[in-house]
Each structure stands twice: as structure tokens, then as C-alpha cells.
């Protein structure tokens, strides 16, 4: 097992080394430059400030002064956001889409975990075309509407809850919900499908030729295996929401790090996209390696040497 | 047992963000939505109208705005112009502080200025400072900061020497990037004297807190010359560049001023709230810039044609809805000697000169048509017209083209781009026509003109080069006479405004809400000036 994480590390720096490098051509082959703006800059202005972000050094040379910065774990100077370097925006931001993510995630998967298995269970009675009726339902409907919704009626008209805004925890409800709501669906359908798949295997017939109950075969060994599918799900998933939503950021005011994505690219804010990529990369990275160590876990097929 | 620990992380992680107890007092707090998160709070580095919101609270220039937005007096308690118009002496209060208790004296001031000229600065505003004599050649580095044209007595005098008479140059002192700066501060903390911890401001209002994508927290400055007049004990500015998102923490009153509307919702808006619901005419322009170096556009007559067929009453009516006035001129009508020179028709050969905006729609269609057919001009590829990805600029691209096509038969093709690649094409000049909008960035229309003077490079977007235009320009910078001085920049606009370079389509508007519990002190200002300072609210 230690090998096994040990190896995947290892294997990871060539890795985040081709995000850094095609990122870092990529974004600066998009047209437009970090201070184009409505107002053109008197040249020797753009030239300053080329200076200064050492944007008049050739190429190559800027990417071995970025790759030199990140080994030191400096992801150098915001271009857009003078007063912060991209280390503090990240991690001012992380923690925020951290905590929405990573509750969200959660109790997607113990409420999806739980409606699948139901269905499952009740395959093709009506609590099962209830759930997988509300599950598909969950995915067709985007965040962008989802969230807009949620905060009309439960914010304005109802006023139970703050439409937008960071601090108390009456602020992270809306935006869990809207978060938590689509990931229940893939989660239910995931887990039904599988759990339908399992319980028509062999040693499941085993379990119930040995006389087991019902209740321990589910729970020692369909669901074991059933949630195989759902955790390869979970890690990328995981990663991706912990990493913070573009659309539920903006919706909700919410202070994380989906946004600076976006933003970033926007205003060709070079360290900025590069610092939040390379962040996304190892988080990724990460958790592709907490799903192959909980296949270790959970699924008796396979061993690690 | 696996599900028990499930439930026991779900309950820790719930416990951790049960914090920030709910704090009840009854302080006058003003909450303002404020466009987009701040690229910074020095003063050299900004760009936009977020930071000027955020600086004009937090510190003082020489001048400063009333409530609707004209000059007074700030730091500076009185002024001297000399005979030549070229000296301009400031005589500092010396009542006013920073917020570390330390005067604010002219040797702040000197020191801001320098700072900026410095090329290690690299700071978006020069062009401001730029009447200032050596500013430029200090840009340049062929001059030392120290060579820049201001001059302080160590006290409370500051003596400014300037190029040529500049009449607006102290609307220049007003702006944001001409406040003082605390030398110290600066100095010491290097990149990071912005930082709460460290700032030291002189303007009504301190900086508390500022955490990026959230708010920027202000409260009162106890140790400012004129702490009595303000009514407010901090103000919070919120980054919220969704306006659906702002319209809707207006309602539940979460903020009580917004900083825009949802374009689409302004005729709702103003039926559902009429006392919120604020519409200021700002000195500011959107036009589109034909593309004069280019084929058909080189062309003065296909140009003309084009600027008459459109029905601007028609556009800003039924395609913007937003209050917007129709435009014939490219600067804006505002207080003052300047009279805006309007685009003039000729209905026939031999009658006067008219203003166009004078005829009715169908009078202008004619002569379009009349003068297009004299142009020679033949459809090849169609016009492509290029704007930047936003769902107001396509209504009104889709407007023109359904315009020009119908009256003249043209046939447009419209693109749309992303911001940033939107301005390397402009910068190019690959297409035919642009839409560009201009927001003032001090009151004088100078600051409007000086875009179509030849030597303007990328700003001159219509690549318009016209002689008789840039003397006219050139002699109204070194008028010393107020009076002549206008007469020379109108007669620049007016000469602009019969070439045709650009087709002004209407004057800009800031809509956007203010809640009732602000009572006083938010009024209209062209220059989009709203200190909160003057305001007052209930709570």
C-alpha cells in the first residue's frame, strides 16, 4: 500500500509538469494580454509593466522563472489583483469552497447511497420509479437554474434564508443545497444500478443459500459491492466540488476558488489561471489516489503488492 | 459501523461552521453593491470604477466632490491659478490628518505624484498627471522623478507647474490617482500597505477588512478634518458582479444601494419600485467607430449614409429601455461653457445647415438614402461589425443591422468576442465597425476629443487622421482663454462631427436602486461620484 501511494506520487510530477507546461502555452496563446483594456496604455506604460511581471523575457525563459517559483511554492504576483499574490487568493478561497464542497459531497453521498439502495431494493414498485423520477429530474435540471430558483423562493419570496453572503452558517444552506442536489441523483442512480447488478450475483445467492438475513447480506455484502461504481464516481466528483462551482459562487456571493478560474482566464490573469490549475491538477491527482486506495478497501478482487 | 462514522464526520464538519455569532447593534452601516471584486486600493493601480468607489471613502485629494458631484474644496482649503494659467498654488488645511494622527502635508503630496511618474510604478494612470511639467519624460525614464513639475514648502504649500494652461486640471486633482499617499506606510510595507493591518488613509472612512470576493469593510475615520459631517459608522461594499444576484440582495435588504439593474428588468423595476428606482444621466457616450482606414469606410459619404439611417429614438425606446437620451454629438451635455456639436444635415443642395436630430426619422432616411445612392458604394462581402460578448451590445448590433438593411439595403455581419480578444481586433483594426462606450475620466470634453486626434494611437479606434481637427485640438490645449479654448474644442468636435468618423448613438445612463432607508445624500452625478460621506441612512 505504501508503495502503491509512494508510486502514484512519484508518478504524479510528470504529470503536474505536462498541466503546467500545456497550460502555460495554452493561455498564452489566447488573444489579448493582461493589460489590454478599454483605455489603451501609452506604451511605455505596457512596457513598464511588462518589467515589472517580467512579461519582456522570451518565453521559455518566464516558464523556467514560473517552474523555478513553484518548486518554492511561489505561484508568483496576481496580474488583475495588484495587492494579493495567487498563494494568498488560493488558499483565502480554498477553505470557503472546502467547506461547502466537501458537506455537499457528503451528504450527497449518504442520502444517494441510501435512495438507491431503497430503490434497488424495491425495484420497479412505485418507490422506485418515485426516486429515479426525482433523481432524473435532480440531473436534467442545471445549477444555473437550480440555484437561481432556490434563492427566489426560499430567499425572496419566502425570506427564510440570505440570498447571498458569507459568515454564518444560514449563508451555506442554500448553496449546499444546490450543490448537494444533482450529485443525490447521479449518487441514487449510480448505486440503484449496481446494487441491482450485485444482488443478482453469485455469492449474494451464496449469502442467501447460507441463511443470512437480509438486513447483513445488504450490509456486509451487496452494498460493499456495490458501491464500487459510486466511489471511481466520488473521487473526480469530490474533486471537482471541493475545487468550487462557477455558477453557485456567483449566484450565492460566495467567497471561493471556482470563480477565479473563470475569472482569471477572462483578464488573461497568467498566474492566477496557472496557480488555480496546477491547485486543481494535484487535488485531482489526489483523489484519483483515495479512490484507488479505497478499491483496495472495499473490493476483495483487488490487492495491491 | 462505516455509515456511524459517515454520520459522526458529518456532524463534526457541521459543528466547525456553526461560527461568527450574529452581531445586533444599531450602528448606521451603508451596504453597496460595487460591480466587480477591486484589482487593488493603491491608488496607482487601479482601473475602474469599483476602486474609485472604495478610494474616494477611504482617502482626500486637494479637491473634492459634493454630494452631486461638483467641485470643493478637500485637503486643499484654497487654490491660486497663476496669470499664465501654467502655476497652480494649493494651500493645504492644516486641520487635516491621517489616520495615524500624522498631518497631512504638500511633501504627501509630492511624494504620491513622483511615485507615480516613476516608471517602477508602472501605474494605468499617467495620462492624468500628464499636464504636470517632466511627467512624461519621467515616464520615459529620459528625466528623474524628482524633475516632475510639483514643489512643496515642507508644510502646507504645494506649488504645481504645468505644461500649458490645463483648465481642468483641477478636476484632475480630484481623481483617485492624485490622492496623497502616507509615505511611510508605503514604504515600509512595500506591496503590502493596502492590507487593513497596515493602511493609513486621510478620507472619511478607515479601511477594516477586506477580504477579496466578499466585502471590503470600511468604518469611520475619527481622526478626519471633517469627521463631523459624516453621518455613517462604516460602510461595506460588496463585489457582486451578477446583477440578477444585486437585484435580489436589494430586496430581501441585504444592500441599499446597487450598483447596476438587470438591463431587462428596468421597465419592471420601474413600475414595481418608483422610489428606488434611479436613472442619472452620466457623462458618458456609447457610439460605434467605423474603421476610417479601411474600404467601405474610407469613404465619407457611405459613412454619412450610415449615421443617418439609424433611428436612435427607436433604439433607446424599444432595443435598450434604460432612459438613455439619444445621441447626436460625441460629448455628452453637461454644466459649463461647452456646448455639444451636433451632427448638422443638409436637406437639400441648395438650403442650410440643420441640426439633424431636428428632423423627423423619415426626413433623415431619405437623406441617407439620397446620399448613400451619391456614395457609389457596392455590396461586396458584408459589413462585419464586431462587439464584445454581453447580451446589451448584441440587442443593439442586431438593431443597426436590421436598420441599415431596411433603409440602405446593407448587408452587416455581426461577431461577437470576448472581452480581451475583442481588444487586440479593435487594437488591429481588422474590422469595419466597432461599438466602443466612453466613460468620462474627468469633467472636461477634452477628455472625450483627445480619443480622435491623430497621435491618440489605439484609443483613436476609428483611425480617424484629420488635419484641420488635430490644430484645432492642439490650439485649444495652448489657449490661456477659458472662453477660446472652448470655442477651439468645439469647433474640433464640430469639424469631428461633419467627417463622421464615428456614429454617436446615445448618452449613457446609471440605473440602479437605492433602498429607503437611505435618507440624504445620494444625488445624481454625471462623473458617477456618489462619497459616502454625504450619505445618510436609518437603521
Same mark, same amino acid.
Given at each position: 500500500?505504501?508503495?502503491?501511494?509512494?508510486?502514484r506520487i512519484l508518478g504524479a510530477i510528470p504529470t503536474l509538469f505536462v498541466i503546467i507546461g500545456i497550460s502555460f502555452f495554452m493561455i498564452r496563446m489566447a488573444p489579448g494580454g493582461?493589460?489590454?483594456?478599454?483605455?489603451?496604455?501609452?506604451?511605455?506604460?505596457?512596457?513598464?509593466?511588462?518589467?515589472?511581471?517580467?512579461?519582456?523575457?522570451?518565453?521559455?525563459?518566464?516558464?523556467?522563472?514560473?517552474?523555478?517559483?513553484?518548486?518554492?511554492?511561489?505561484?508568483?504576483?496576481?496580474?488583475?489583483?495588484?495587492?494579493?499574490?495567487?498563494?494568498?487568493?488560493?488558499?483565502?478561497?480554498?477553505?470557503?469552497?472546502?467547506?461547502?464542497?466537501?458537506?455537499?459531497?457528503?451528504?450527497?453521498?449518504?442520502?444517494?447511497?441510501?435512495?438507491?439502495?431503497?430503490?434497488?431494493l424495491r425495484q420497479n414498485t412505485r418507490v422506485d420509479y418515485l426516486i429515479m423520477g426525482f433523481s432524473m429530474t435532480g440531473i436534467t435540471i442545471p445549477s444555473f437554474v437550480m440555484?437561481?430558483?432556490?434563492?427566489?423562493?426560499?430567499?425572496?419570496?419566502?425570506?427564510?434564508?440570505?440570498?447571498?453572503?458569507?459568515?454564518?452558517?444560514?449563508?451555506?444552506?442554500?448553496?449546499?443545497?444546490?450543490?448537494?442536489?444533482?450529485?443525490?441523483?447521479?449518487?441514487?442512480?449510480?448505486?440503484?444500478?449496481?446494487?441491482?447488478?450485485?444482488?443478482?450475483?453469485?455469492?449474494?445467492?451464496?449469502?442467501?443459500?447460507?441463511?443470512?438475513?437480509?438486513?447483513?447480506?445488504?450490509?456486509?455484502?451487496?452494498?460493499?459491492?456495490?458501491?464500487?461504481?459510486?466511489?471511481?464516481?466520488?473521487?473526480?466528483?469530490?474533486?471537482?466540488?471541493?475545487?468550487?462551482?462557477?455558477?453557485?459562487?456567483?449566484?450565492?456571493?460566495?467567497?471561493?476558488?471556482?470563480?477565479?478560474?473563470?475569472?482569471?482566464?477572462?483578464?488573461?490573469?497568467?498566474?492566477?489561471?496557472?496557480?488555480?490549475?496546477?491547485?486543481?491538477?494535484?487535488?485531482?491527482?489526489?483523489?484519483?489516489?483515495?479512490?484507488?486506495?479505497?478499491?483496495?478497501?472495499?473490493?476483495?478482487?483487488?490487492?495491491?503488492? | 459501523?462505516?455509515?456511524?462514522?459517515?454520520?459522526?464526520?458529518?456532524?463534526?464538519? @457541521?459543528? !466547525? #461552521?456553526?461560527? /461568527?455569532?450574529?452581531?445586533?447593534?444599531?450602528? =448606521? +452601516?451603508?451596504?453597496? &453593491?460595487?460591480?466587480?471584486?477591486?484589482?487593488?486600493?493603491?491608488?496607482?493601480?487601479?482601473?475602474?470604477?469599483?476602486?474609485?468607489?472604495?478610494?474616494?471613502?477611504?482617502?482626500?485629494?486637494?479637491?473634492?466632490?459634493?454630494?452631486?458631484?461638483?467641485?470643493?474644496?478637500?485637503?486643499?482649503?484654497?487654490?491660486?491659478?497663476?496669470?499664465?494659467?501654467?502655476?497652480?498654488?494649493?494651500?493645504?488645511?492644516?486641520?487635516?490628518?491621517?489616520?495615524?494622527?500624522?498631518?497631512?502635508?504638500?511633501?504627501?503630496?509630492?511624494?504620491?505624484?513622483?511615485?507615480?511618474?516613476?516608471?517602477?510604478?508602472?501605474?494605468?494612470?499617467?495620462?492624468?498627471? @500628464?499636464? !504636470? #511639467?517632466?511627467? /512624461?519624460?519621467?515616464?520615459?525614464?529620459?528625466? =528623474? +522623478?524628482?524633475?516632475? &513639475?510639483?514643489?512643496?514648502?515642507?508644510?502646507?504649500?504645494?506649488?504645481?507647474?504645468?505644461?500649458?494652461?490645463?483648465?481642468?486640471?483641477?478636476?484632475?486633482?480630484?481623481?483617485?490617482?492624485?490622492?496623497?499617499?502616507?509615505?511611510?506606510?508605503?514604504?515600509?510595507?512595500?506591496?503590502?500597505?493596502?492590507?487593513?493591518?497596515?493602511?493609513?488613509?486621510?478620507?472619511?472612512?478607515?479601511?477594516?477588512?477586506?477580504?477579496?470576493?466578499?466585502?471590503?469593510?470600511?468604518?469611520?475615520?475619527?481622526?478626519?478634518?471633517?469627521?463631523?459631517?459624516?453621518?455613517?459608522?462604516?460602510?461595506?461594499?460588496?463585489?457582486?458582479?451578477?446583477?440578477?444576484?444585486?437585484?435580489?440582495?436589494?430586496?430581501?435588504?441585504?444592500?441599499?444601494?446597487?450598483?447596476?439593474?438587470?438591463?431587462?428588468?428596468?421597465?419592471?423595476?420601474?413600475?414595481?419600485?418608483?422610489?428606488?428606482?434611479?436613472?442619472?444621466?452620466?457623462?458618458?457616450?456609447?457610439?460605434?467607430?467605423?474603421?476610417?482606414?479601411?474600404?467601405?469606410?474610407?469613404?465619407?459619404?457611405?459613412?454619412?449614409?450610415?449615421?443617418?439611417?439609424?433611428?436612435?429614438?427607436?433604439?433607446?425606446?424599444?432595443?435598450?429601455?434604460?432612459?438613455?437620451?439619444?445621441?447626436?454629438?460625441?460629448?455628452?451635455?453637461?454644466?459649463?461653457?461647452?456646448?455639444?456639436?451636433?451632427?448638422?444635415?443638409?436637406?437639400?443642395?441648395?438650403?442650410?445647415?440643420?441640426?439633424?436630430?431636428?428632423?423627423?426619422?423619415?426626413?433623415?432616411?431619405?437623406?441617407?438614402?439620397?446620399?448613400?445612392?451619391?456614395?457609389?458604394?457596392?455590396?461586396?462581402?458584408?459589413?462585419?461589425?464586431?462587439?464584445?460578448?454581453?447580451?446589451?451590445?448584441?440587442?443593439?448590433?442586431?438593431?443597426?443591422?436590421?436598420?441599415?438593411?431596411?433603409?440602405?439595403?446593407?448587408?452587416?455581419?455581426?461577431?461577437?468576442?470576448?472581452?480581451?480578444?475583442?481588444?487586440?481586433?479593435?487594437?488591429?483594426?481588422?474590422?469595419?465597425?466597432?461599438?466602443?462606450?466612453?466613460?468620462?475620466?474627468?469633467?472636461?470634453?477634452?477628455?472625450?476629443?483627445?480619443?480622435?486626434?491623430?497621435?491618440?494611437?489605439?484609443?483613436?479606434?476609428?483611425?480617424?487622421?484629420?488635419?484641420?481637427?488635430?490644430?484645432?485640438?492642439?490650439?485649444?490645449?495652448?489657449?490661456?482663454?477659458?472662453?477660446?479654448?472652448?470655442?477651439?474644442?468645439?469647433?474640433?468636435?464640430?469639424q469631428m462631427m461633419s467627417d463622421f468618423p464615428i456614429i454617436p448613438l446615445y448618452y449613457f445612463v446609471e440605473n440602479n436602486l437605492v433602498s429607503d432607508k437611505v435618507l440624504s445624500?445620494?444625488?445624481?452625478?454625471?462623473?458617477?461620484?456618489?462619497?459616502?460621506?454625504?450619505?445618510?441612512?436609518?437603521?
Open positions: 500500500m505504501l508503495r502503491l501511494i509512494l508510486n493582461p493589460f489590454d483594456q478599454e483605455r489603451q496604455l501609452p506604451e511605455e506604460i505596457i512596457a513598464n509593466l511588462n518589467k515589472v511581471y517580467h512579461l519582456d523575457e522570451p518565453l521559455y525563459q518566464q516558464f523556467g522563472r514560473y517552474l523555478w517559483g513553484i518548486l518554492q511554492g511561489d505561484f508568483g504576483p496576481s496580474f488583475q489583483y495588484k495587492d494579493h499574490t495567487v498563494s494568498e487568493l488560493i488558499f483565502q478561497g480554498f477553505p470557503v469552497s472546502l467547506k461547502i464542497g466537501g458537506i455537499a459531497i457528503v451528504l450527497a453521498a449518504i442520502i444517494g447511497i441510501f435512495l438507491g439502495t431503497i430503490a434497488a440555484a437561481p430558483l432556490l434563492s427566489l423562493v426560499i430567499g425572496v419570496y419566502l425570506r427564510l434564508l440570505p440570498v447571498g453572503g458569507w459568515g454564518d452558517l444560514k449563508h451555506m444552506v442554500l448553496p449546499i443545497i444546490a450543490l448537494t442536489l444533482p450529485q443525490i441523483a447521479y449518487i441514487a442512480r449510480l448505486t440503484r444500478g449496481s446494487m441491482i447488478e450485485v444482488l443478482r450475483s453469485n455469492y449474494i445467492r451464496t449469502a442467501k443459500a447460507k441463511g443470512l438475513p437480509e438486513r447483513v447480506i445488504l450490509a456486509r455484502h451487496a452494498l460493499r459491492g456495490a458501491l464500487l461504481p459510486v466511489v471511481s464516481y466520488l473521487g473526480p466528483a469530490t474533486a471537482g466540488i471541493i475545487t468550487g462551482s462557477v455558477v453557485i459562487e456567483k449566484i450565492f456571493g460566495i467567497p471561493g476558488i471556482g470563480r477565479f478560474f473563470v475569472l482569471g482566464a477572462l483578464n488573461r490573469d497568467y498566474t492566477l489561471v496557472m496557480g488555480v490549475v496546477v491547485f486543481y491538477g494535484i487535488i485531482i491527482i489526489l483523489f484519483n489516489l483515495i479512490v484507488d486506495i479505497l478499491y483496495g478497501i472495499l473490493d476483495p478482487k483487488v490487492r495491491y503488492e | 459501523m462505516k455509515i456511524n462514522k459517515i454520520f459522526i464526520l458529518a456532524a463534526v464538519l @457541521s459543528q !466547525v #461552521v456553526v461560527n /461568527a455569532p450574529q452581531i445586533l447593534c444599531a450602528e =448606521k +452601516i451603508l451596504k453597496r &453593491g460595487n460591480g466587480a471584486e477591486p484589482q487593488s486600493l493603491d491608488t496607482h493601480k487601479t482601473s475602474g470604477v469599483p476602486e474609485s468607489n472604495i478610494l474616494g471613502d477611504l482617502a482626500e485629494g486637494l479637491l473634492s466632490v459634493s454630494s452631486n458631484g461638483t467641485m470643493i474644496p478637500g485637503v486643499a482649503e484654497k487654490w491660486e491659478v497663476s496669470e499664465d494659467g501654467k502655476t497652480y498654488t494649493f494651500f493645504l488645511r492644516e486641520s487635516a490628518k491621517w489616520s495615524n494622527g500624522d498631518p497631512v502635508t504638500a511633501d504627501d503630496f509630492v511624494y504620491a505624484w513622483r511615485r507615480m511618474v516613476d516608471p517602477k510604478t508602472a501605474s494605468n494612470w499617467t495620462f492624468i498627471i @500628464s499636464p !504636470v #511639467v517632466n511627467a /512624461a519624460d519621467i515616464g520615459k525614464g529620459v528625466k =528623474k +522623478i524628482e524633475e516632475l &513639475g510639483v514643489k512643496s514648502d515642507r508644510k502646507y504649500k504645494l506649488v504645481v507647474t504645468l505644461n500649458a494652461p490645463t483648465p481642468y486640471f483641477l478636476s484632475l486633482v480630484s481623481h483617485p490617482c492624485m490622492f496623497p499617499l502616507h509615505q511611510k506606510t508605503v514604504e515600509t510595507h512595500g506591496d503590502k500597505w493596502t492590507r487593513p493591518e497596515n493602511f493609513v488613509s486621510n478620507g472619511a472612512f478607515i479601511l477594516e477588512e477586506w477580504s477579496p470576493q466578499l466585502h471590503v469593510k470600511l468604518k469611520k475615520n475619527p481622526k478626519y478634518w471633517d469627521a463631523s459631517s459624516v453621518k455613517l459608522d462604516g460602510v461595506i461594499f460588496y463585489p457582486i458582479d451578477d446583477r440578477q444576484a444585486e437585484l435580489k440582495r436589494f430586496k430581501t435588504g441585504d444592500i441599499h444601494i446597487t450598483r447596476m439593474v438587470p438591463a431587462d428588468q428596468i421597465e419592471t423595476l420601474k413600475a414595481q419600485m418608483p422610489n428606488n428606482y434611479r436613472s442619472t444621466p452620466m457623462y458618458s457616450s456609447y457610439y460605434y467607430s467605423f474603421n476610417n482606414t479601411k474600404a467601405p469606410f474610407d469613404n465619407p459619404k457611405v459613412r454619412q449614409a450610415l449615421a443617418l439611417a439609424v433611428d436612435r429614438e427607436k433604439l433607446v425606446k424599444q432595443v435598450t429601455k434604460g432612459d438613455e437620451k439619444p445621441a447626436y454629438s460625441m460629448v455628452p451635455p453637461a454644466p459649463g461653457d461647452y456646448t455639444p456639436q451636433e451632427i448638422q444635415c443638409r436637406l437639400s443642395d441648395t438650403s442650410d445647415l440643420v441640426p439633424c436630430k431636428s428632423l423627423t426619422q423619415s426626413q433623415r432616411e431619405a437623406l441617407s438614402k439620397k446620399i448613400f445612392a451619391e456614395s457609389g458604394y457596392k455590396q461586396g462581402e458584408p459589413i462585419r461589425i464586431v462587439f464584445n460578448t454581453d447580451e446589451n451590445h448584441k440587442k443593439i448590433a442586431i438593431a443597426l443591422s436590421g436598420m441599415w438593411k431596411s433603409v440602405l439595403g446593407v448587408e452587416t455581419e455581426l461577431t461577437n468576442k470576448e472581452w480581451k480578444v475583442y481588444l487586440a481586433a479593435r487594437e488591429k483594426r481588422d474590422y469595419e465597425l466597432y461599438r466602443q462606450v466612453w466613460r468620462a475620466d474627468y469633467n472636461d470634453p477634452n477628455t472625450f476629443l483627445i480619443l480622435l486626434k491623430s497621435d491618440s494611437g489605439a484609443d483613436n479606434t476609428a483611425g480617424y487622421f484629420s488635419k484641420a481637427y488635430d490644430d484645432l485640438m492642439i490650439k485649444g490645449a495652448a489657449s490661456k482663454d477659458l472662453k477660446e479654448r472652448m470655442d477651439y474644442l468645439m469647433g474640433a468636435e464640430k445624500g445620494y444625488e445624481g452625478s454625471a462623473m458617477g461620484y456618489h462619497l459616502s460621506k454625504w450619505i445618510d441612512i436609518t437603521e
